[in-house]
C-alpha cells in the first residue's frame, strides 16, 4: 500500500559503488492532476538530522544537489516518471545512513528542504565501512 518505495540499499566498502531506487505508485499529483512533480533523496545517519541531498523535477528532468554530494552522487528518472535513482559513485563512511525518497515539493519550496515535501518512503539503509 506505500505509495514510494524505496530499494537498493546494502552494505560496501569505501569508494565501492550503490544505486538507490524509489518507485512511486501515485497517478497524478496536486489540485490539477499533473502528471511531473519533484522527487527527492534524504538520508539520516544515527544521532544527526535529516538532509536533502538530491532533487529532480520529473517533468524537465532538472536536478539540485547538496555540496556534500556534488560530483559523487547523480539522481534521474525513468521516462513513465513513476521511478527515481540515486547513482552513488565513491561513497565514504560518512556516507552512511538511511537513504529516503519524497515526492511533491510544495509551490516555492527549497528544493532539498525536509518540510517541502507531502510523501515519503520508508527508507533504505546504506553502510560504508573503511
Known amino acids: 500500500q506505500a505509495q514510494l518505495v524505496e530499494s537498493g540499499g546494502g552494505s560496501v566498502q569505501a569508494g565501492e559503488s550503490l544505486r538507490l531506487s524509489c518507485t512511486s505508485s501515485i497517478t497524478t499529483y496536486g489540485p490539477y492532476g499533473t502528471t511531473s512533480t519533484f522527487m527527492a533523496w534524504f538520508r539520516q545517519a544515527p544521532g544527526k538530522e535529516r538532509e536533502g541531498i538530491a532533487a529532480?523535477?520529473?517533468?524537465?528532468?532538472?536536478?539540485f544537489y547538496a555540496d556534500s554530494v556534488k560530483g559523487r552522487f547523480a539522481i534521474s528518472r525513468d521516462a513513465t516518471k513513476k521511478s527515481v535513482y540515486l547513482q552513488m559513485n565513491y561513497l565514504k563512511p560518512e556516507d552512511t545512513a538511511m537513504y529516503y525518497c519524497?515526492?511533491?515539493?510544495?509551490?516555492?519550496?527549497?528544493?532539498?528542504?525536509?518540510?517541502?515535501?507531502?510523501?515519503w518512503g520508508q527508507g533504505t539503509q546504506v553502510t560504508v565501512s573503511s
Open positions: 529532480i523535477y520529473t517533468g524537465s528532468g532538472s536536478t
Open positions: 519524497a515526492a511533491e515539493k510544495k509551490h516555492d519550496g527549497d528544493w532539498l528542504g525536509i518540510d517541502n515535501y507531502n510523501y
